[in-house]
Protein backbone atom coordinates (compact mmCIF):
# COMPACT_ATOMS: atom_id res chain seq x y z
CA UNK A 1 0.00 0.00 0.00
CA UNK A 2 0.81 3.56 -0.40
CA UNK A 3 3.14 4.75 2.43
CA UNK A 4 3.98 8.34 4.17
CA UNK A 5 3.69 10.77 1.73
CA UNK A 6 4.96 14.74 2.12
CA UNK A 7 5.06 17.62 -0.40
CA UNK A 8 6.39 19.53 -1.32
CA UNK A 9 9.76 17.54 -1.34
CA UNK A 10 11.96 20.88 -1.53
CA UNK A 11 10.89 24.36 -0.78
CA UNK A 12 12.89 27.54 -1.03
CA UNK A 13 12.04 31.05 0.03
CA UNK A 14 12.75 34.20 1.77
CA UNK A 15 13.15 35.00 5.09
CA UNK A 16 10.31 36.63 6.34
CA UNK A 17 7.75 34.53 4.49
CA UNK A 18 5.29 31.80 5.84
CA UNK A 19 5.63 28.21 4.49
CA UNK A 20 3.15 24.94 4.66
CA UNK A 21 4.25 21.58 4.56
CA UNK A 22 2.27 18.61 4.01
CA UNK A 23 2.15 15.30 5.49
CA UNK A 24 -0.60 12.39 4.16
CA UNK A 25 0.28 9.28 6.61
CA UNK A 26 -0.88 5.79 6.13
CA UNK A 27 -4.48 5.42 5.76
CA UNK A 28 -5.49 3.52 9.22
CA UNK A 29 -2.34 5.32 10.89
CA UNK A 30 -3.75 7.07 14.51
CA UNK A 31 -0.47 8.71 14.99
CA UNK A 32 0.80 11.34 13.15
CA UNK A 33 4.59 12.83 14.15
CA UNK A 34 6.62 15.81 13.36
CA UNK A 35 10.37 16.06 13.50
CA UNK A 36 13.11 18.34 12.09
CA UNK A 37 16.29 17.07 11.24
CA UNK A 38 19.30 19.40 10.44
CA UNK A 39 22.21 18.60 8.24
CA UNK A 40 24.34 15.45 9.74
CA UNK A 41 21.94 15.93 13.16
CA UNK A 42 19.88 13.31 15.01
CA UNK A 43 15.97 13.79 14.69
CA UNK A 44 14.39 16.92 16.60
CA UNK A 45 11.04 15.79 17.93
CA UNK A 46 8.01 18.97 16.94
CA UNK A 47 4.75 17.63 17.70
CA UNK A 48 2.66 14.53 17.75
CA UNK A 49 -1.03 13.94 16.86
CA UNK A 50 -3.21 11.29 18.13
CA UNK A 51 -6.36 11.49 15.86
CA UNK A 52 -7.04 15.42 15.15
CA UNK A 53 -5.32 16.72 18.54
CA UNK A 54 -2.19 17.30 19.64
CA UNK A 55 -1.33 16.38 23.54
CA UNK A 56 2.17 17.28 23.03
CA UNK A 57 3.31 20.86 21.62
CA UNK A 58 6.37 20.70 23.53
CA UNK A 59 8.92 20.09 20.56
CA UNK A 60 7.75 23.30 18.86
CA UNK A 61 10.92 25.65 18.61
CA UNK A 62 8.77 28.92 18.51
CA UNK A 63 5.32 30.25 18.39
CA UNK A 64 5.74 30.93 14.86
CA UNK A 65 5.89 27.11 14.49
CA UNK A 66 2.24 25.50 14.16
CA UNK A 67 0.21 22.32 13.08
CA UNK A 68 -2.94 20.88 12.50
CA UNK A 69 -4.45 17.81 11.63
CA UNK A 70 -8.05 17.34 9.97
CA UNK A 71 -10.22 14.33 9.57
CA UNK A 72 -7.31 12.72 11.50
CA UNK A 73 -5.28 12.24 8.14
CA UNK A 74 -3.91 15.07 6.75
CA UNK A 75 -1.90 17.04 8.68
CA UNK A 76 0.34 20.73 7.94
CA UNK A 77 3.05 22.14 9.83
CA UNK A 78 3.19 25.80 8.97
CA UNK A 79 6.39 27.93 9.83
CA UNK A 80 5.68 31.80 10.11
CA UNK A 81 7.90 34.43 9.16
CA UNK A 82 10.68 32.23 8.01
CA UNK A 83 14.17 32.22 9.25
CA UNK A 84 17.24 31.23 8.14
CA UNK A 85 17.70 28.82 11.25
CA UNK A 86 14.59 27.64 10.47
CA UNK A 87 16.29 25.53 6.71
CA UNK A 88 16.60 21.97 7.92
CA UNK A 89 14.81 18.65 6.30
CA UNK A 90 11.34 17.78 8.03
CA UNK A 91 10.32 14.69 8.33
CA UNK A 92 6.71 13.17 9.31
CA UNK A 93 6.04 9.70 10.85
CA UNK A 94 2.72 7.98 11.60
CA UNK A 95 2.53 4.86 12.96
CA UNK A 96 -1.02 2.62 14.31
CA UNK A 97 -0.64 3.76 17.62
CA UNK A 98 1.11 6.13 19.95
CA UNK A 99 5.12 5.31 20.73
CA UNK A 100 4.76 2.34 22.91
CA UNK A 101 5.59 -1.15 20.30
CA UNK A 102 4.51 1.33 17.72
CA UNK A 103 7.09 1.05 14.73
CA UNK A 104 7.26 4.95 13.09
CA UNK A 105 7.22 5.04 8.94
CA UNK A 106 8.35 7.78 7.57
CA UNK A 107 7.76 10.18 4.46
CA UNK A 108 10.45 10.92 2.55
CA UNK A 109 10.97 14.55 4.16
CA UNK A 110 10.83 18.26 2.31
CA UNK A 111 13.73 20.03 2.66
CA UNK A 112 13.31 23.42 3.33
CA UNK A 113 15.77 26.01 2.42
CA UNK A 114 15.37 30.03 3.68
CA UNK A 115 17.16 32.51 2.25
CA UNK B 1 24.57 14.24 26.84
CA UNK B 2 21.64 13.59 25.35
CA UNK B 3 18.89 10.48 25.35
CA UNK B 4 19.76 7.56 23.01
CA UNK B 5 23.71 8.47 22.28
CA UNK B 6 25.04 6.38 19.35
CA UNK B 7 28.85 5.66 19.14
CA UNK B 8 30.57 5.37 17.10
CA UNK B 9 29.59 8.80 15.20
CA UNK B 10 31.09 7.30 11.88
CA UNK B 11 32.35 4.15 10.88
CA UNK B 12 34.21 2.94 7.54
CA UNK B 13 34.89 -0.84 7.37
CA UNK B 14 34.97 -3.09 4.56
CA UNK B 15 32.47 -5.13 2.84
CA UNK B 16 31.80 -8.52 4.24
CA UNK B 17 33.11 -7.02 7.85
CA UNK B 18 30.77 -6.91 10.53
CA UNK B 19 29.19 -3.35 11.71
CA UNK B 20 28.56 -3.26 15.00
CA UNK B 21 26.94 0.30 16.58
CA UNK B 22 26.57 1.40 20.18
CA UNK B 23 23.59 3.67 22.04
CA UNK B 24 23.51 4.59 25.32
CA UNK B 25 20.61 6.16 27.30
CA UNK B 26 19.80 7.32 30.42
CA UNK B 27 16.29 7.02 31.77
CA UNK B 28 13.73 3.75 32.15
CA UNK B 29 12.51 2.31 28.83
CA UNK B 30 10.16 0.83 27.32
CA UNK B 31 11.67 0.07 24.18
CA UNK B 32 14.39 0.72 22.18
CA UNK B 33 14.54 1.01 18.09
CA UNK B 34 17.17 1.21 15.23
CA UNK B 35 16.07 3.08 12.66
CA UNK B 36 17.98 3.52 9.00
CA UNK B 37 18.26 6.41 6.79
CA UNK B 38 19.56 6.57 3.42
CA UNK B 39 21.00 9.87 2.37
CA UNK B 40 18.51 12.56 1.77
CA UNK B 41 15.42 9.88 2.23
CA UNK B 42 13.23 9.21 5.67
CA UNK B 43 14.02 6.75 7.97
CA UNK B 44 13.42 3.05 7.73
CA UNK B 45 12.52 1.06 10.94
CA UNK B 46 14.79 -2.18 11.61
CA UNK B 47 13.97 -3.95 14.63
CA UNK B 48 12.45 -3.20 18.31
CA UNK B 49 13.81 -4.88 21.29
CA UNK B 50 11.19 -4.51 24.15
CA UNK B 51 12.70 -3.65 27.53
CA UNK B 52 12.20 -7.08 28.84
CA UNK B 53 14.25 -8.29 25.68
CA UNK B 54 17.93 -9.30 26.08
CA UNK B 55 18.89 -9.63 22.41
CA UNK B 56 17.08 -10.29 18.78
CA UNK B 57 17.51 -11.04 15.21
CA UNK B 58 16.26 -10.03 12.21
CA UNK B 59 18.38 -11.31 8.79
CA UNK B 60 21.95 -10.02 8.83
CA UNK B 61 21.01 -7.79 11.94
CA UNK B 62 21.65 -8.48 15.65
CA UNK B 63 20.29 -6.63 18.69
CA UNK B 64 20.99 -6.39 22.28
CA UNK B 65 19.67 -4.96 24.96
CA UNK B 66 21.79 -4.41 28.35
CA UNK B 67 19.21 -2.33 30.73
CA UNK B 68 21.47 -2.39 33.60
CA UNK B 69 24.16 -0.26 31.75
CA UNK B 70 21.54 1.58 29.50
CA UNK B 71 22.93 0.05 26.17
CA UNK B 72 22.15 -1.13 23.25
CA UNK B 73 24.21 -2.56 20.16
CA UNK B 74 23.04 -3.07 17.04
CA UNK B 75 25.59 -5.47 14.51
CA UNK B 76 25.61 -6.15 11.20
CA UNK B 77 27.37 -9.37 9.80
CA UNK B 78 28.69 -9.82 6.55
CA UNK B 79 28.35 -5.68 5.58
CA UNK B 80 27.01 -4.97 1.44
CA UNK B 81 27.47 -1.51 0.00
CA UNK B 82 24.02 -0.92 0.48
CA UNK B 83 24.43 -1.00 4.09
CA UNK B 84 26.04 2.33 3.93
CA UNK B 85 23.76 4.63 5.60
CA UNK B 86 23.11 6.46 9.15
CA UNK B 87 21.74 4.40 11.98
CA UNK B 88 19.78 5.59 14.04
CA UNK B 89 18.63 4.77 18.04
CA UNK B 90 15.48 5.58 19.33
CA UNK B 91 13.96 5.06 22.89
CA UNK B 92 10.73 5.08 23.99
CA UNK B 93 10.76 6.62 27.70
CA UNK B 94 8.87 4.98 30.66
CA UNK B 95 7.76 8.16 31.87
CA UNK B 96 6.43 10.37 29.13
CA UNK B 97 6.05 7.17 26.22
CA UNK B 98 8.32 9.66 24.52
CA UNK B 99 10.33 8.25 21.48
CA UNK B 100 13.70 10.07 21.67
CA UNK B 101 16.35 9.89 18.57
CA UNK B 102 20.03 9.73 18.92
CA UNK B 103 21.97 11.79 16.33
CA UNK B 104 22.89 8.63 14.29
CA UNK B 105 25.99 6.43 13.22
CA UNK B 106 27.15 7.10 9.71
CA UNK B 107 28.43 3.90 8.47
CA UNK B 108 30.54 3.69 5.43
CA UNK B 109 31.18 0.32 3.60
CA UNK B 110 34.19 0.60 1.63
CA UNK B 111 33.76 -1.77 -1.45
Known amino acids: GAGVSQSPSNKVTEKGKDVELRCDPISGHTALYWYRQSLGQGLEFLIYFQGNSAPDKSGLPSDRFSAERTGGSVSTLTIQRTQQEDSAVYLCASSLGYYRGYEQYFGPGTRLTVT | SQQGEEDPQALSIQEGENATMNCSYK?????LQWYRQNSGRGLVHLIL?????REKHSGRLRVTLDTSKKSSSLLITASRAADTASYFC???????????FGKGTRLHILP
Open chain 2, 27 to 31: TSINN
Open chain 2, 90 to 100: ATVQNRDDKII
Open chain 2, 49 to 53: IRSNE
